[in-house]
Nanobody, 124 residues
Framework: QVQLVESGGGLVQAGGSLRLSCAAS????????MGWFRQAPGKEREFVAA????????DYSDSVKGRFTISRDNAKNTVYLQMNSLKPEDTAVYYC?????????????????WGQGTQVTVSS
């Protein structure tokens, strides 16, 4: 069992930056690949970024590639999402998720544990 708590969301102007954090409970954080997903109002939840168990492999959606960076610190049981050059279309609730596997995945159904989400709002 893993419990996930996101933080770091907020209101930022277009072009600005935010760093999201996701703190995981338990001693087995390093056993999980981690992902970030987001859901904008009226839209389905979508994949943003994911990282392998050891942090050596990352995947990004085309919409955030080059602007967002996912990383993790297994000693701190935390995964991060650094978001730069933010756009109004990045406005969404951002969720972190844990997948009991070595490798990351872009598929929501492969993640077993989810956080409660943190709101990111980008103003134009």
């Amino acid at each position: 069992q893993v419990q996930l708590v996101e933080s770091g969301g907020g209101l930022v102007q277009a072009g600005g930056s935010l760093r999201l954090s996701c703190a995981a409970s338990g001693r087995t954080f390093s056993s999980y690949a981690m992902g970030w997903f987001r859901q904008a109002p009226g839209k389905e939840r979508e994949f943003v970024a994911a990282i392998s168990r050891r942090g050596s492999s990352m995947d990004y959606s085309d919409s955030v590639k080059g602007r967002f960076t996912i990383s993790r610190d297994n000693a701190k049981n935390t995964v991060y999402l650094q978001m730069n050059s933010l756009k109004p279309e990045d406005t969404a609730v951002y969720y972190c998720a844990a997948r009991p596997s070595l490798m990351p995945s872009i598929y929501e159904y492969e993640y077993h544990y989810w956080g409660q989400g943190t709101q990111v709002t980008v103003s134009s």
